[in-house]
């Protein structure tokens, strides 16, 4: 499985850091779900560390540079993720649906 940040990606934990702007948004977003699907994980950067995350990454590059502390990663896209519906509270995806092939799809295995 190949992914555009198989190319792009290289030394993208070391480029890009977490706002703590945009981490704050996020829990709140999540709300008291306890269980989330983080899809397009990347290297992790927004996964809430006081949740169950489940992250789903295509690309080779961004899930070999996950730190060892990261959530446990899942292959697969977006718009065929390899879990039953209602298997977590909530999802999320952060600066990843414009790398999907399919959004609409994406967006409802997210939703199931």
Partial sequence: MSSSYDRIGVNYAELRRPDPRI???VGAALGPARTVLNVGAGTGSYEPADRQVTAVEPSTEMVQQRPPSAA???RARA???PFHDDSFDASMA????HH???KV???RRCAG
Avoid: F, H, M
């Avoid at 952060?94 to 649906?97: E, F, G, M, P, W």
């Fill in 23 to 25: 981490a704050a948004r």
């Fill in 72 to 74: 446990k990663v899942v």
């Fill in 79 to 81: 718009e065929a993720l």
């Fill in 94 to 97: 952060i600066l990843t649906v």
């Fill in 100 to 102: 999907w092939s399919d």
């Fill in 105 to 107: 799809a994406g967006l």
